[in-house]
């Protein structure tokens, strides 16, 4: 169960990835969020969450393939 604040962080989160990983589409980065927080989602102590959330969807996107030129 997520609480305002903590769905604050997410969007924050997923804010920074969209602007770090702007050569993807912007639904490659929602999905990657979207998918480590379900990897956390009944994690008891949520007090690190948001943060494990951003490391785990920034190591998924930076293996994805940089779009060709």
Do not use: C, K, Y
Not at 7 to 18: D, G, H, K, Q
Not at 50 to 62: D, F, N, P, T
Request: charged share 25%; glycine share 2%.
């Amino acid at each position: 169960m997520t609480t305002i604040s903590e769905e604050l962080l997410f969007a924050a989160v997923e804010r920074r990835l969209t602007s770090n990983f702007g050569h993807l589409p912007a639904e490659q980065v929602s999905g990657a969020v979207l998918r480590a927080r379900e990897r956390f989602e009944h994690s008891p102590i949520r007090d690190f969450v948001s943060i494990l959330v951003e490391r785990h969807a920034r190591a998924e996107l930076s293996m994805s393939r940089q779009p060709s030129q």
